[in-house]
């Protein structure tokens, strides 16, 4: 992807990021590399499920022989991090730089032969949101130091199921990942059956609880079988856990097949429902400090 800036059919957003890297660093990068999103829908004490999602990351790069780790984002050009061959902890890096910091740390922890690196990152979402972009960040820095390095196997390094779909992740498929690190590509074909994923941006951080919900041991396990079986109501009834948030009660009244507050509020829902739900979900929000995002998906390909 070294000659992406140059490529009309490469997505914007793509082709601005080495573009960026030029203007920093007064050279192209050695690779660049997109992931998409991650989006855990459930998680339990032994295993978590999520999906990939539109919205990722991209980072733009170049190898060190030094050991230093130096990270600039395009998000925010005038933050910079740079830590030296000892010093690699995202400890008291700005929140933008961590996933990335910490897919590193956990490739060097695995025994993976990589040295120093120059990354731009870049967000399709900005940071001020709620709605999480660690995972894209992370898989789109371990794709890079997978090229920069040749690479085999770095999939394992994945934190979590969310990591592994902006990794693996294939187009109507959701990833389960166990407490034993086993994996398993799951049916989650949402729009073949008329399904959507409406994720909402609340307008103020503490309108959806940061608390994640308690999920007894079990309830992904059921959530597989009913992926597997093809059946997405009971699928949706799963997602529902813990207290239910005011808005998740709205969309859950105004048809939507399940939803929960992890911290963004996640619906699923039938795409014909989709304005009505909208509007009760809307009403159950109370006035944040900017009016509320609303963001459809159905799992995509990493």
Do not use: K
Not at 98 to 126: E, M, N, Q
Not at 225 to 240: C, E, P, Q, S, V
Request: aromatic fraction near 4%; charged fraction near 20%.
């Amino acid at each position: 992807m070294t000659g992406v800036m140059s490529r009309v059919d490469a997505p914007a957003e793509v082709r601005m990021v080495p573009y960026t890297f030029l203007r920093m660093f007064g050279r192209q990068p050695d690779v660049v590399s997109a992931a998409p999103g991650g989006l855990r829908l459930l998680a339990d004490p032994v295993a978590d499920l999520a999906v990939a999602v539109p919205w990722g990351a991209v980072v733009a790069g170049t190898a060190r022989d030094d050991g230093v780790l130096e990270l600039r984002s395009r998000n925010r050009p005038a933050e910079g991090v740079r830590l030296g061959p000892d010093e690699w902890s995202a400890d008291t890096a700005p929140n933008w730089a961590r996933p990335a910091i910490r897919a590193a740390v956990r490739l060097r922890a695995a025994g993976f032969r990589i040295g120093g690196a120059t990354l731009v990152v870049h967000t399709g979402l900005p940071e001020s949101l709620s709605i999480p972009t660690a995972a894209g960040t992370a898989a789109a820095t371990i794709r890079a130091f997978t090229e920069l390095y040749h690479l085999s196997g770095t999939t394992r390094v994945a934190a979590d199921a969310a990591e592994l779909a902006a990794l693996t992740g294939r187009a109507g498929e959701a990833i389960l990942r166990r407490a034993d690190a086993t994996v398993e590509h799951l049916p989650c074909d949402l729009a073949a059956a008329g399904l959507r994923l409406l994720v909402v941006e609340p307008g103020d951080p503490a309108a959806v609880t940061t608390r994640r919900p308690v999920v007894a041991a079990g309830t992904v396990a059921r959530a597989a079988d009913a992926l597997r079986g093809g059946d997405l109501a009971d699928f949706g009834r799963l997602l529902t856990v813990g207290e239910p948030h005011p808005a998740v009660t709205a969309a859950r009244a105004a048809g939507a097949l399940g939803a929960a507050a992890r911290p963004v509020l996640c619906v699923l829902l039938h795409v014909a429902d989709l304005t009505r739900i909208r509007v009760a979900v809307r009403a159950a929000l109370p006035d944040g400090t900017y009016r509320p995002r609303f963001l459809t998906a159905t799992p995509g390909a990493a």
